[in-house]
């Protein structure tokens, strides 16, 4: 038979107890997280969401008590009346905040059983977990776990601190439709069919872009919104089909004023876990950025540049690096210090990673104590590869990991190499905290399949003046098309610790400019009314200049926790695959709402 709760009120939660409170007749509720008979003493470790407190219950206190503590078992809920004590000597547990003391138990209510967990909540830290599905069909159970606790409460506090900054700075929180219209963020939508309109259909947002844009031109001056987006893609292994970002929009702003917003609100909200960046990031541009760390978001908390050895290797007789040369392409290392004792297997290990990224093999050449060995040895010969090793800055007992290609595929390959090589190495202080602002994005990207230029962020975003002319005469000189391949926007990101945490861009607030840039990417003028007509019949009633930014939730909240799952800080996410095992979706739906929809699945 189970107790009821009745009038009873919890005095304290289960994480405040403390050597000051002996003495003090408490009430406690919560969860047995583990129990242990002793036959005349009973141990309970009661669990809520502030920790974990030991209750006793012992025969000479409370006979009563003692025969109800035999039925509990794990994860029953009850609430226990008591007395404070300070622990026996030797009994402390340092592990617990509350491992000073412990409760006396008067009285226990069983308020609930529970049938016997799935799986265990948390036995040795996050190592031991259950797998994740697991766990996300039980989320609630899983939810219990004091990391998730922690983790969502983090997500809580970050959100609030977010909005207390951006309110400070005399922004507006203005929310817009979840039921929307396709939205340019180069993602497939997800639709909804309209019962009213049959065979018409709205889409989610991708993201706010155009609504925020408008905002601006409704003179709403300063916009925020924690947004929710949804974009339909393939999953990587860090991403969801939705999830929240702070979207912002400003006018009359440059990218400098941008940057002071995304500067102040990531400090503050940093500050949250006790670290301080700096008031004013360091900026780098993306073609710095690729050129040194083969990324636009690049882990400054470690060294490791990329070098490059085109230069050294010109002229070569070698034919795999004379015809990357002839290509265009070029050759790069990266310098692992002190790894002169690479294996044979470790080094093939690092070349099948690097083939993942597109290379086609990994050259390496190792400075040992008593001689050099090389890959490229009997090619090249002894100085040419002295050479090398100087230009790649390595020196005895480093080993020199050098990659040829195409440039894009030697930047991702060698990039990726960096970082793994640096988790292998544990050359990652993982105390650091190292922010960066990526500027002068390209502004088109060559897809290469259909040859066409796609927007590398979306078609709002302005050119850089500088690049002005140029983006006119790609545009309007067929032969000169190519150059569209350079010109930079002002478009950038803002990244902490290799993760983009944030991104955006100064928009164009000109028609002409819009419509050139419609054009670059292909849209004839009649498939641009059709899509953005509304926002092009906006734009000539007065738009001031504008820009912003879009920042991730997950992404600020898994650098705050200090995980790189995404699931980790979403109290209820989706599998990889899009799924959600809790509850089943996505799922069939009655064959009468399809009728009503107009739809026929087939
Ligand atoms: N709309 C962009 C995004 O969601 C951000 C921005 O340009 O403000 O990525």
């Known amino acids: 038979m189970l107790d009821r709760l009745g009038n009873l009120e919890r005095t304290h939660t289960c ?8 003495g003090e007749k408490v009430v406690l509720m919560g969860w047995v997280a583990k129990k242990r008979d002793f036959g005349v003493l009973t141990f309970i470790d009661l669990r809520d969401r502030e920790g974990i407190t030991q209750i006793v219950i012992s025969e000479e206190t409370d006979l009563v008590a003692h025969e109800k503590a035999k039925i509990v078992r794990g994860e029953y809920v009850v609430a226990v009346t008591g007395e404070v004590f300070s622990r026996a000597e030797g009994t402390h547990n340092k592990k617990l905040a509350t491992g000073d003391i412990e409760i006396h138990v008067h009285e226990i209510l069983i308020l609930n059983d529970a049938k016997t967990l799935p799986f265990e909540l948390e036995k040795a830290g996050s190592q031991n977990l259950a797998s994740e599905d697991l766990r996300l069909k039980y989320r609630y159970l899983d939810l219990r776990r004091p990391t998730l606790q922690h983790n969502i409460r983090m997500r809580a506090k970050a959100v609030r601190e977010i909005r207390t900054f951006m309110d400070g700075l005399g922004f507006t929180e203005i929310e817009t439709p979840i039921l929307l219209k396709s939205t340019p963020e180069g993602a497939r939508d997800f639709i909804v069919p309209s ?4 065979g018409k259909f709205f889409a989610l947002p991708q993201s706010p872009q155009i609504l925020k844009q408008i905002c601006m031109i409704a003179g709403l001056d300063k916009y925020y919104q924690i947004a929710r987006c949804f974009r339909d893609e393939d999953l990587r292994a860090d991403r969801q089909p939705e999830f929240t970002q702070l979207d912002v929009e400003m006018s009359f702003a440059n990218q400098e004023m941008v940057f002071r917003v995304i500067e102040g609100m990531f400090n503050s909200v940093l500050r949250l876990i006790g670290v301080e960046l700096p008031a004013q990031w360091p900026r780098m541009t993306y073609a710095e950025a690729m050129r040194r760390y083969g990324s636009d978001k690049p882990d400054l908390r470690f060294e490791m540049e990329l070098q490059d050895l085109t230069a050294n290797l010109a002229g070569t007789d070698f034919a795999p690096f004379a015809s990357v040369i002839e290509a265009g392409g070029e050759i790069k290392a990266i310098t692992v210090k002190g790894k002169a004792d690479y294996s044979r297997k470790q080094l093939d290990e690092l070349q099948e990673f690097a083939k993942r ?24 010969g002894e100085e040419k590869i002295g050479e090398l ?13 050098i990659i040829a290609g195409r440039k894009p595929v030697v930047a991702a390959s060698l990039g990726a190499l960096r970082i793994e090589v640096a988790k292998r190495e544990n050359l990652i202080d993982r105390t650091a905290y190292k922010p960066l602002l990526v500027t002068e994005f390209p502004m088109f990207e060559l897809d290469e399949e259909s040859g066409h230029y796609m927007a590398a962020h979306h078609p709002f975003t302005s050119p850089m003046d500088e690049d002005l002319e140029m983006f006119r005469i790609a545009i309007e000189d067929e032969s000169q098309h190519h150059l569209l391949g350079n010109v930079r926007a002002k478009a950038y990101d803002a990244v902490i610790n290799g993760y983009e945490c944030a991104g955006g861009s100064i928009r164009i607030h000109q028609k002409e400019i819009q419509a050139l840039n419609f054009k670059a990417l292909g849209l004839t003028p009649e498939t641009a009314r059709e ?33 790189e799952n995404i699931r980790d800080v979403m109290a209820f996410p989706k599998t990889a695959s899009a799924q959600d095992l809790m509850m089943d979706s996505p799922g069939n739906v009655d064959p009468h709402q399809l009728d009503e929809l107009g739809i026929k699945v087939v």
């Open 357 to 380: 990224y597109g290379a086609g093999a990994l050259a390496w050449i190792k400075i040992g104590e008593a001689e050099t060995t090389s890959s490229l040895l009997k090619v090249l």
């Open 531 to 563: 899509r953005f007509g509304f926002f092009l019949d906006a734009l000539e009633f007065g738009t001031p200049p504008h820009g912003g930014f879009a920042a991730g939730i997950e992404r600020t909240c898994m650098i705050l926790c200090g995980t």
């Open 389 to 401: 090793a100087n230009a790649a800055g390595a020196e005895k007992g480093d080993a020199v990991l």
């Open 195 to 198: 019962r009213i309109h049959s």
């Open 15 to 22: 994480g405040e107890l403390r050597e000051s409170n002996v």
